[in-house]
Structures are given as C-alpha cells and as structure tokens.
C-alpha cells in the first residue's frame, strides 16, 4: 500500500469518526472506540506521519483536529517503560491499539486525598480499543512494560490545544 492509499485509510477513520459523533450518540467514546477498532491495526494507518519517541517519556502526535467539533486525535508513541500518569479524563476518550503490546492498568478511589488503589490490568495488543465516559471513578494508567516501542491512537472530545490543560485529572501513585 502507498503513502496515498495509507493517508486514505486515515482520511477514512477521521471521517467515520466525523459521521458518529454527528449522530450524536449517547455515549461517544464507546461509539468512536468502535471506529477506531476498525483501523488501528492498519500497519499502514500512520505511512507518511513522523511519529517520533521521545527519551523521557511518551509523546502525542496530532492527526487530526475539529476545534469546531471539539474533538481531536493523536497518535500516542511509547518506549520500553514509558507510561502515562494515573488519571481520569475529565472529557469522553477512546484509545485503539496500533502498534506493540501496552499495559492498562486500573484504579479504584478510594476517598479525599488518598490516591486510588489498583483493580486490574489488561493487555492491549494491535487492534484492541478501550474506551471512558468524563467519570470520576473511571481511573487508569498507560504503561509499554515490552521491549518494543508501541504506538496508540488517541481521541478525545477535546481540541488538541487543550490537551495539556483541560484532559486529565492526574493522581499520585
């Protein structure tokens, strides 16, 4: 497959994404995971997109942005031990699995100022999606405890400009 037909399969998530989230659905991140679970094994999916890693911990790259909307995507590049804080998402989220094998792990609250406690773990290997509603109990941790570096795709009902600021609420561990 080329660079053209790989940007095709990407332009075609973006816009089956584009067309539930018009829908309206009840529960958005449920409905985009699905989508994603359609492609995110696509070794092609990401042909023509630096993606780089980063030595001192995962990194986003943006694919595609509707401010209008109020949704974004990413591509999510994790090294050998790199992991994402414990955190909620204060927005809905769907996250498919495109590369490598991750680790989510998940998290109980327990009370006022006490970090939340681990439940569960799950591997996520290519093609597996995950999903979350902006809920309070809804806690997790993005860990590649592999030797490879893996890749996940991100989106959130966010634009990417606020990413850093208005996505996540982070625990202590």
């Known amino acids: 497959m080329n660079v053209i037909a790989a940007r095709s399969s990407l332009d075609a998530m973006v816009a089956e994404i584009r067309a539930v989230l018009g829908a309206g659905p009840a529960e958005p991140s449920a409905a985009v995971a699905e989508v994603l679970g359609t492609y995110a094994a696509d070794p ?32 999510l590049v994790w090294r050998p031990g790199q992991m994402s804080p414990v955190h909620g998402h204060h927005v809905w989220c ?13 998290y109980e609250p327990v009370g006022a100022g006490l970090p939340p406690t ?8 290519p093609g597996d999606v995950t999903c979350g509603p902006p809920a309070p109990d809804a806690i997790h941790r993005l860990a590649n405890l592999g030797t490879e570096t893996a890749v996940s795709i991100h989106a959130y009902g966010l634009p990417y400009a606020r990413f850093c600021s208005d996505l996540n609420r982070v625990f202590a561990a």
Request: a neutral charge; aromatic letters at 8%; hydrophobic letters at 40%.
């Open 44 to 75: 092609m999916l990401l042909a023509g997109h630096d993606c780089p890693c980063r030595i001192d911990s995962y990194v986003r790259h943006l694919l595609h942005e509707e401010t209008q909307g109020g949704w974004a995507v990413a591509a």
């Open 94 to 106: 769907a996250v498919g699995f495109h590369r490598g094998v991750l680790t989510e792990a998940f």
């Open 118 to 125: 681990p439940c569960g773990t799950v591997l996520r290997r």
